[in-house]
């Protein structure tokens, strides 16, 4: 059985940095891209950061710059570096493996966390 479990969130404040995980089990994601999600109160799951199995990565505009997204693989783990932490940054953090097809779309991804709530405070 596939889970994929997100760790590292919580309440900071703005300009603040945090280290999201996510630590995939039941098979080998290696291979696979791996991608991050947010989704705030009242609003779609909107597309964060991927990171291919060969290590490319493509990143939403609103956090370039901002966001580091990686991987270990070894450790079949999935890592979002957050820096310079905005209050609109505020969501639940899913991270996704398995596209389908585009990358950017939510329901073109086979496997998801639980999420992780981060809070960012003016």
């Known amino acids: 059985q596939v889970q994929l479990v997100e760790s590292g969130g919580g309440l900071v404040q703005a300009g603040a940095s945090l280290r999201l995980s996510c630590a995939a089990s039941?098979?080998?994601?290696?291979?696979?891209?791996m991608g991050w999600f947010r989704q705030a109160p009242g609003k779609e799951r909107e597309f964060v950061a991927v990171i291919s199995g060969s290590g490319g990565t493509y990143y939403a505009h609103s956090v370039k710059g901002r966001f580091t997204i990686s991987r270990d693989n070894a450790k079949n783990t999935l890592y979002l570096q957050m820096n310079s932490l905005k209050p609109e940054d505020t969501a639940v953090y899913y991270c996704?493996?398995?596209?389908?097809?585009?990358?950017?779309?939510?329901?073109?991804?086979?496997?998801w966390g639980q999420g992780t709530q981060v809070t960012v405070s003016s």
């Open positions: 996704a493996a398995d596209s389908m097809g585009q990358i950017t779309i939510a329901t073109q991804w086979h496997f």
């Open positions: 039941g098979r080998t994601f290696s291979s696979s891209a």
